[in-house]
């Protein structure tokens, strides 16, 4: 079983910087993927980054690239999703998902934090 917990989430203003972290525990978790997926109210979760296990490979998606950035410490099995010029429509629930896979689905991750807000006003 694999433990994931988010941190790092806050009220901003448009234009700072936030830097989430996702904590993992349990066996296997170092060697997952993680990815991290936002929604926000009344609409559907949506795909925000991702990175291999090695840290190696990363994804963003469009409304995202060139501003958010995906990392992870293997010694403190942590994954980070620094959040820079940060927009009021980047105001979600974050949350950061395991799996064996590589992806940008979130079917294919079977472990999934509690989530942490972010909100960005104008």
């Known amino acids: 079983q694999v433990q994931l917990v988010e941190s790092g989430g806050g009220s901003v203003q448009a234009g700072d910087s936030l830097r989430l972290s996702c904590a993992a525990s349990?066996?296997?978790?170092?060697?997952?993927?993680v990815a991290w997926f936002r929604q926000a109210p009344g609409k559907e979760r949506e795909f925000a980054a991702a990175i291999s296990w090695r840290g190696s490979i990363t994804s963003y998606a469009d409304s995202v690239k060139g501003r958010f950035t995906i990392s992870r410490d293997s010694a403190k099995n942590t994954v980070y999703l620094q959040m820079n010029s940060l927009k009021p429509e980047d105001t979600a629930l974050y949350y950061c998902?395991?799996?064996?896979?590589?992806?940008?689905?979130?079917?294919?991750?079977?472990?999934w934090g509690q989530g942490t807000q972010v909100t960005v006003s104008s």
């Open positions: 998902a395991a799996g064996p896979r590589f992806t940008r689905a979130a079917v294919d991750y079977g472990f």
């Open positions: 349990g066996r296997g978790s170092s060697t997952y993927g």
